[in-house]
Nanobody, 119 residues
Framework: QVQLVESGGGLVQPGGSLRPSCAASGSIFSINIMGWYHQAPGKQRELVAVMTSGGGTSYAESVKGRFTISRDNAKNTVYLQMNNLKPEDTAVYYC?????????????WGQGTQVTVSS
C-alpha cells in the first residue's frame, strides 16, 4: 500500500514563500514521476510541476520562474519551493506519484494541503 503524506501548506501574504513537501511510503518502483497539482474552488485540478526520478521537470506556465520542484529519491520525497506567491496561487495542492510496472500504470494522490495567499 502506497501512501503520500503532504505537509507545509499554510497562509502567506502576497510575495511570500512556502515549501510544501510530500513523502511517499510503501512499495514504490524506483523509476517514477512525482509532482504537484492544485485545485481552486470551482475549478479542475491542474498540473503545477512534476519531476521524474531521473531529474526531468515540467512546470505550468503560470509558475515558471517562481516555483521550483525538487526531490530526494533516497527518501521518496518531493518538495515545491514556492516564491513570490500570488493570490491566484490559492488552492489545495495535491501530491501525485505515477509509475508503470509490468504493463500496469499505478497512480497515487495525497490528501492535499491548503495554500492560501492573502493580505
Amino acid at each position: 500500500q502506497v501512501q503520500l503524506v503532504e505537509s507545509g501548506g499554510g497562509l502567506v501574504q502576497p510575495g511570500g514563500s512556502l515549501r510544501p513537501s510530500c513523502a511517499a511510503s510503501g512499495s514504490i518502483f524506483s523509476i517514477n514521476i512525482m509532482g504537484w497539482y492544485h485545485q481552486a474552488p470551482g475549478k479542475q485540478r491542474e498540473l503545477v510541476a512534476v519531476m521524474t526520478s531521473g531529474g526531468g521537470t515540467s512546470y505550468a506556465e503560470s509558475v515558471k520562474g517562481r516555483f521550483t520542484i525538487s526531490r530526494d529519491n533516497a527518501k521518496n520525497t518531493v518538495y515545491l519551493q514556492m516564491n513570490n506567491l500570488k493570490p491566484e496561487d490559492t488552492a489545495v495542492y495535491y501530491c501525485n506519484l505515477v509509475y508503470g510496472r509490468d504493463g500496469t500504470r499505478y497512480e497515487y494522490w495525497g490528501q492535499g494541503t491548503q495554500v492560501t495567499v492573502s493580505s
